[in-house]
């Protein structure tokens, strides 16, 4: 195992974050910054993102750039000593249909990173990779780093094949003379996290999160001595600066040695499996007052539903960009990645790289249950979508049989109108009074979010107005918190 401090090959050097506007990659360039580094870059496709402020303020430099345009590679990492390539496309939701695009990035982009230490003479180069390029959907207990790699004609999701694919290409450069005619040589290591957790992720949480808000988390995956690995971002963030550590050549008692990481992958996780869902989305469900799934769905019939999404958005293929399209329940590798056992071990990280998680699984999901509570009191309360559906399609049917001819499917609503009203009159009055009192129970709203939730005032005026009593029941509810 390697003994060196904490700013060992960090202080007074220059370093290459792509995908550093991500959740991730914000808290590496964070940490780069605090342990010394005298430049920190980050090279991200966006302008700016929720934690750019902090970087900015961190001083590190944002580049906008394509990992998959080789000059703005080569832009970003021209003169540092080290490069952390993170940035990746189609991990989860619609992105996993958008095949082409996920080669372009996540293959594509990984040669350009490789090419660009080749070309500028950059010595260390820590690629993060995946648990996927060895897990397909096969139980793994206690895994190490001597599996093979998963067949890659094998893989049911783009994602995997290509982060296995560029996982391969990144190791087997390790070792190649850069083209600086100094001699000297680029060492590269992987890094494979679990699935990762903490505050501020943006892929996994967010999704399931949503659906229990309205009500539409129904079901579990799996039975209950399923166990996978997840890593708080933390610790993750610590293994990828150990590995760049074991990149290093100059270490004065390993001169004459190739570093210890070259050429290296890496399992990284919080060393403790768990259920996924029993140890970490229905507690942060709970603890947000969501509803929580009230059934168990076998990993057989996940699958058989989790192809139908897929069929259908391949066939929404043209549409998958557009912000109206709503991100698929489930597909075919989240199937795996809940409902299959799979972890693995770190030892090979802590004997080599001195890894030892430093925030354990309770600290790490307390953390991240106080972060989307105090999301949740920044954002509108909604009431559960069968409900807003329900009082929109009602309010739309009692407005159509109000002032619309009886034609068509009308007639029949008209009817069964009259069967409870007895007159056409009736029901004017009935849609004139549901109006009037959801323009005063938005109004309301409005004037109570103005004193309880500032911010959104607008939000629960206009959502109050769309299915009345429900919204004003649950901003009700948050000004009763507040006082209590």
Sequence with gaps: MQQLNEREGIEGRAFTVTGGLGFVGSVLCLALVRRGARSVRSLDLRSSSSWSDDLQTAGVRCIQGDVSNKKDVERAVGGVDCV?????????????????????????????????????????????S??????????????????????????????????????????????????????????TCAVRPAAIYGPGEERHLPRILSLAKRDLLFFKIGKEDVKTDWVYVDNLVLALIQASMGLLDDIPDRKGQRPVASGQAYFISDGSPINTFDSLIIPLVRSLSYGLPKYTLGVKDALRLSDFFFVLYIMLFPWLNRPWLPQPLLLPAEVYKVGVTHYFSYVKAKDELGYVPMVSPQDGLAATISYWQKRKMRELDNPPLYLVLLIVLG?????????????????????VGLFFFRSQWGLHVLFVSSVIAHVAEALYAWNIAKRVDSANSKGWFWQTLLVGYPSLRLLKRRQTKQVN
């Design 130 to 187: 995946t648990y996927n390029v060895v897990f397909g959907g096969k139980e793994i207990v206690n895994g190490n780093e001597f599996l093979p790699y998963f067949p890659i004609e094998d893989h049911v999701d783009s994602y995997g094949r290509s982060k296995s694919v560029a996982e391969q290409l990144v190791l087997k450069s390790n070792g190649r003379q850069l083209k600086d005619d100094k001699g000297r040589m680029l060492y």
């Design 395 to 415: 309010m739309t049917l009692l407005c159509c049989v109000t002032y619309l001819p009886p034609y068509g499917p009308l007639k029949y609503v008209l009817a």
């Design 84 to 128: 952390f390539h993170l940035a990746s496309y189609g991990m989860s939701g619609k992105e996993m249909i958008q095949t082409q695009l996920i080669d372009k990035i996540n293959i594509g982009g990984t040669c350009n990173v490789i090419d660009a230490c080749f070309v500028k003479g950059i010595s260390r180069l820590v690629y993060v």
